[in-house]
């Protein structure tokens, strides 16, 4: 059964990222990834390590101003796959959403999020990803520098994005990976580069 949507009945094999533009849990995935390792898609990830705990009702924002939600973090990370959703009622074409709101391919459930908050956007000829701001109303942050809107920034690997109040960290699909590795083997020594 799909933790992320209980009510399914036939889950699919990879059934642990939901169908829907939220995230999984970072320990679903570290459990995932310790009790089958070759079901690791690699796709570059956003991880939320201050995200609230879960709601049973998570509920549509229509906020467009100020009163601030402040929910205590969880000590579990909230992780998100940069991958258009198939089947999402998704009109914008030229990247991968985030925003408020479901239609997005990235939900962020928080007040400062705009509705249509942001995009990315990955080169297919160099492979390198780039954030865009959608003329969100309190922005768009890398590595704490506003980014004009509607104007490209290139990510390195672990950037630290703004979105609002809400700070992401982007990892490419290597990098996520290690990290996930990390998290199955605390303990283990890391092999040593030659020099």
Not at 69 to 74: C, G, H, S
Not at 167 to 192: I, M, R, T, W
């Amino acid at each position: 059964m799909d933790l992320l949507n209980p009510r399914e009945v036939n889950p699919p094999r990879k059934a642990l990222w939901s169908p829907f533009p939220m995230g999984a849990r970072m320990s679903q995935l570290v459990r995932s990834h310790y009790l089958e390792p070759s079901e690791w898609d690699p796709v570059a990830v956003l991880v939320w390590n201050d995200a609230p705990p879960p709601r049973e009702n998570p509920e549509l924002l229509w906020v467009t101003q100020g009163n601030l939600r402040l929910d205590a973090p969880a000590s579990d990370p909230e992780v998100f796959r940069l991958e258009k959703h198939p089947g999402q009622l998704n009109a914008f074409a030229l990247g991968i959403t985030l925003g408020r709101t479901q239609n997005n391919d990235v939900m962020l459930d928080h007040d400062s999020v705009s509705r249509f908050h942001a995009y990315f956007q990955q080169d297919p000829h160099s492979g390198v990803w780039h954030v865009v701001d959608a003329e969100s109303s309190n922005g768009t942050f890398l590595e704490g520098v506003r980014l004009a809107p509607k104007r490209p920034a290139p990510l390195v690997d672990r950037a630290r994005i703004k979105f609002g109040h809400v700070e992401l960290q982007f990892f490419a699909p290597a990098a996520f990976g290690q990290l996930l590795d990390d998290k199955v083997n605390p303990g283990k020594a890391k092999p040593s580069r030659p020099r």
